[in-house]
Nanobody, 119 residues
Framework: QVQLVESGGGLVQAGGSLRLSCAAS????????VGWSRQAPGKQRELVAL???????NYADSVKGRFTISRDNAMNTVYLQVNNVQSEDTAVYYC?????????????WGQGTQVTVSS
């Protein structure tokens, strides 16, 4: 089992920056990938960034150049740096972890953190 807790959301002015954190606990040694997704009101949840245990990263085209995902060495905390925040970044941001172990692949989600961009 893996528990995920997001933090760092809040109200931010357009053009500003913020850093979201995803703290993992439990069987973190089984984590092979962590992703950040967001869901804006009335829209589907979309994956915006992910990072693997080997350090590989991938980003949605809509956030390339503004979002940076990073992790500590043990994958216990994964960060999402958001620069030049824009109104369309307003959403609930969720992190999710994929694990691989004796029970096969499993996916875990956090409760989310709200990001609201003001103009």
């Amino acid at each position: 089992q893996v528990q995920l807790v997001e933090s760092g959301g809040g109200l931010v002015q357009a053009g500003g920056s913020l850093r979201l954190s995803c703290a993992a606990s439990g069987s973190t040694f089984n984590i092979v990938r962590v992703g950040w997704s967001r869901q804006a009101p009335g829209k589907q949840r979309e994956l915006v960034a992910l990072i693997t245990s080997s350090g590989g990263t991938n980003y949605a085209d809509s956030v390339k150049g503004r979002f940076t995902i990073s992790r500590d060495n043990a994958m216990n905390t994964v960060y999402l740096q958001v620069n030049n925040v824009q109104s369309e970044d307003t959403a609930v941001y969720y992190c999710n972890a994929m694990t691989s172990g004796g029970a096969g692949w499993r996916e875990y989600w956090g409760q989310g953190t709200q990001v609201t961009v003001s103009s």
